[in-house]
């Protein structure tokens, strides 16, 4: 064998060990963390009425205003409706004059630190390795790669809808199951409600 074929015979073995290395090393890494690509930032929407209904008379906030609990919002007749707690105001009714009963919100606002990072899995796709208190990281999508980081608040009892999956014997429901990451709304004020985002949760 001449010195030729001894170099490509040494290259293709090393070639093939490294990308046996590199697999594992992937399976390795990938096996310890359940994957959730599509998750987003979410808090639920606090809606604000009238107790009594009236004609709105005026309003103190703007939709992106911080208020604290208790500040005035509106006043409908003669009742002041009041923020439920600190928070950002998201919309606002502005039609001075207009009637306002007590089903309809004058008002609707989040409060920043019940923001969680929330995203389904499928039962049979690493539900079973999950547990409330394990640590996480996520990315956003406006954010590039930044990689943020968090912990497991809470996992669904009961299962969403999910898709029919058709195969040769039966019909199934992919049953999917909401979970919640908590992060440190302080450290990461630029994260907004509503942005998409990427989870791996460490089994």
Same mark, same amino acid.
């Given at each position: 064998?001449?010195?030729?074929?001894?170099?490509?015979?040494v290259s293709a073995?090393?070639?093939?060990?490294?990308?046996?290395?590199?697999?594992? &090393?992937y399976w390795k890494? %990938?096996?310890?963390?359940?994957?959730?690509?599509?998750?987003?930032?979410?808090?639920?929407?606090?809606?604000?009425?009238?107790?009594?209904?009236?004609?709105?008379?005026?309003?103190? /906030?703007?939709?992106?205003?911080? /208020?604290?609990?208790?500040?005035?919002?509106?006043?409908?007749?003669?009742?002041?409706?009041?923020?439920?707690?600190?928070g950002l105001i998201?919309?606002?009714?502005? %039609?001075?004059?207009?009637?306002?009963?007590?089903?309809?919100?004058?008002?609707?606002?989040?409060?920043?630190?019940?923001?969680?990072?929330?995203?389904? *899995?499928?039962?049979?796709?690493?539900? =079973?390795?999950?547990?409330?208190?394990?640590?996480?990281?996520? *990315? &956003?999508?406006?954010?590039?790669? =930044? =990689?943020?980081?968090?912990?497991?608040?809470?996992? %669904?009892?009961? %299962?969403?809808?999910?898709?029919?999956?058709?195969?040769?014997?039966?019909?199934?429901?992919? =049953?999917?199951?909401? /979970?919640?990451?908590?992060?440190? /709304?302080?450290?990461?004020?630029?994260?907004?409600?509503?942005?998409?985002?990427?989870?791996?949760?460490?089994?």
């Open positions: 064998m001449n010195t030729r074929n001894k170099i490509i015979i073995i090393f070639i093939l060990l490294a990308g046996a290395i590199g697999g594992l &090393v890494y %990938s096996s310890a963390r359940v994957y959730i690509e599509d998750a987003k930032i979410y808090a639920p929407t606090i809606n604000l009425y009238s107790k009594v209904g009236g004609t709105l008379q005026n309003v103190y /906030v703007n939709a992106g205003d911080y /208020v604290k609990m208790n500040d005035p919002i509106a006043r409908i007749g003669n009742e002041l409706v009041k923020a439920k707690s600190d998201l919309t606002v009714e502005t %039609s001075i004059g207009t009637a306002y009963g007590t089903t309809t919100a004058v008002a609707t606002m989040i409060n920043p630190s019940d923001l969680r990072i929330i995203g389904e *899995t499928q039962e049979d796709k690493g539900l =079973k390795y999950l547990l409330v208190g394990q640590q996480a990281y996520f *990315t &956003v999508d406006a954010f590039g790669s =930044k =990689k943020y980081y968090g912990t497991v608040d809470e996992i %669904s009892e009961t %299962s969403n809808e999910g898709d029919i999956v058709f195969n040769i014997s039966d019909t199934r429901e992919e =049953k999917t199951f909401d /979970v919640k990451v908590r992060f440190d /709304v302080n450290q990461y004020s630029e994260l907004k409600n509503g942005m998409s985002a990427k989870l791996w949760i460490y089994k």
